[in-house]
T-cell receptor, first 113, second 111 residues
Framework: DVKVTQSSRYLVKRTGEKVFLECVQD?????MFWYRQDPGLGLRLIYF???????EKGDIPEGYSVSREKKERFSLILESASTNQTSMYLC????????????FGNGTRLTVT | KQEVTQIPAALSVPEGENLVLNCSFT??????LQWFRQDPGKGLTSLLL?????REQTSGRLNASLDKSSGRSTLYIAASQPGDSATYLC??????????FGGGTRLMVKP
């Protein structure tokens, strides 16, 4: 079974802090994604990566950056956390073709106070 | 730009009923369509993936169909149980290698 692991289930951070959300997958997947999910807005893509050291902006990249130094790990960075970044953050991965299912982690509920 | 719509947004049924969840998409040039289940406060669990060349996929009490020409997919749940209560989302892989999600249908199965 594919396992996508997000390092924290719940995080509480203060405004202005730098925040790191970590995601690790164990199936050698090429593609990795970061989404945020908010009531009424659904899932929105923040950043994605098709390979090591490669990154692409999604629909809402402002205020975020990412790092993919190793194939199995994709990190989301909030450079200076703000209250409007309070959300559920979901990491996902899939193989590098268009025929494989997307697998999600359990999510990180981030609260910025 | 691909748009994915799920109707209804919420559904409540008594236990034992067979039910159908709907997903429609505007651009038929897709690679595949995937159905997910999400329990409150959790991530998404993949249920079924239908390739663009396929018409349906089955897993246990779940059956998903795909009609690309009309831009529709349905998820059929047979003999619903309270444990099926969750939000169900569909997502399509389309042009530009982009995945687009629907807004989800929140299902409640009452004992």
């Amino acid at each position: 079974d594919v396992k996508v692991t997000q390092s924290s289930r719940y995080l509480v951070k203060r405004t202005g802090e730098k925040v790191f959300l970590e995601c690790v997958q164990d199936m050698d997947h090429e593609n990795m994604f970061w989404y945020r999910q908010d009531p009424g807005l659904g899932l929105r893509l923040i950043y994605f990566s098709y390979d090591v050291k490669m990154k692409e902006k999604g629909d809402i990249p402002e205020g975020y950056s990412v790092s993919r130094e190793k194939k199995e790990r994709f990190s989301l960075i909030l450079e200076s956390a703000s209250t409007n970044q309070t959300s559920m953050y979901l990491c996902a991965s899939t193989r590098g073709n268009n025929n494989s299912p997307l697998h999600f982690g359990n999510g990180t509920r981030l609260t910025v106070t | 730009k691909q748009e994915v719509t799920q109707i209804p947004a919420a559904l409540s049924v008594p236990e034992g009923e067979n039910l159908v969840l709907n997903c429609s998409f505007t651009d038929s040039a897709i690679y595949n369509l995937q159905w997910f289940r999400q329990d409150p406060g959790k991530g998404l669990t993949s249920l079924l993936l239908i390739q663009s060349s396929q018409r349906e996929q089955t897993s246990g009490r779940l059956n998903a169909s795909l009609d690309k020409s009309s831009g529709r997919s349905t998820l059929y749940i047979a003999a619903s149980q309270p444990g099926d209560s969750a939000t169900y989302l569909c997502a399509v892989w389309g042009a530009g290698n982009m995945l687009t999600f629907g807004g989800g249908t929140r299902l409640m199965v009452k004992p």
